[in-house]
């Protein structure tokens, strides 16, 4: 399984399900069969892709830290003083945070929750609360090792279970989405959805096909690439990792 969803989980992988915007469904949106109104800018969350948002240049390099919040409803551009693209809320699982991976004077450039993988937006620094956060999580495919880090010192690691051949976990930098926890699911008492998808689940379940980490019920699945995408970790690994703030980045590697 690797399936998240916001408040009601569909499993699987990567199906992340819930609430999305009055009169879309998960699946329509993911299908790219809702277009915005006249006018509108489409808006960037894990259950839609943003056309012309510039790629991760540096998808393997770690940031120093710095976190930012939207403080209001805010158009995202392709550059500083470019074009708009797309509309980032406030909220969305929760608080939005996310990581800048530049900056320039008067702007900063994030990683996106929506699709593709790897997308950047720019957001002007007026529109956005700053932080930081000390620290990474490091995911190491073919070792299949977790690390977290603070202030660069590893301060747990844990073996962890992966993708399956036919539904890889995506490599690249991403950020740690929101935290939730759902009753109606038993597998893990808490959800910790990434800003990135999989790369061949373009829905699953009704969703965007979300990745996540996330515990399971038997610890066999540890050390093996078994689940359709998302990260599973050892229960006191989950205990660390959601204790770590949203935003923070996520660096999935070959090694």
């Not at 998240?4 to 499993?11: H, I, P, Y």
């Not at 956060?133 to 880090?149: D, G, N, Q, W």
């Not at 490599?171 to 929101?178: E, M, S």
Request: hydrophobic share 40%; charged share 20%.
């Amino acid at each position: 399984m690797g399936v998240v969803a916001v408040f009601a989980v569909v499993l699987g992988f990567a199906a992340f399900s819930g609430s999305p915007e009055p009169g879309r469904t998960p699946a329509s949106i993911a299908a790219g069969e809702v277009a915005p109104a006249a006018g509108e800018l489409p808006l960037s969350n894990t259950y839609t892709t943003v056309d012309g948002a510039p790629q991760d240049s540096a998808a393997a390099s770690k940031t120093n830290g710095l976190v930012v919040h939207p403080i209001r409803e805010t158009p995202v551009h392709d550059a500083p003083n470019g074009r708009a693209i797309a509309r980032m809320e406030s909220k969305q699982i929760g608080d939005t945070w996310l990581p800048v991976v530049a900056e320039e004077s008067g702007w900063v450039q994030v990683l996106l929750p929506s699709k593709p993988n790897g997308s950047t937006g720019w957001v002007r620094s007026a529109d956005v609360e700053r932080a930081q956060t000390p620290y990474v999580i490091a995911v190491h495919l073919k070792s299949m090792r977790l690390e977290l880090r603070r202030d660069d010192k590893v301060v747990g690691q844990w073996t962890v279970g992966i993708g399956k051949e036919s539904a890889p976990t995506p490599t690249g930098r991403t950020f740690l989405l929101g935290a939730f926890s759902d009753s109606k699911q038993k597998y893990s008492p808490v959800i910790l959805p990434l800003g990135a998808h999989s790369p061949t689940h373009d829905t699953f379940g009704g969703g965007p096909g979300t990745v996540a980490i996330h515990t399971w019920p038997t610890s066999d699945v540890y050390g093996t690439a078994t689940s359709d995408g998302c990260i599973r970790v050892p229960p006191d690994a989950l205990d660390q990792l959601s204790e770590v703030p949203l935003g923070t980045l996520v660096m999935i590697d070959e090694d």
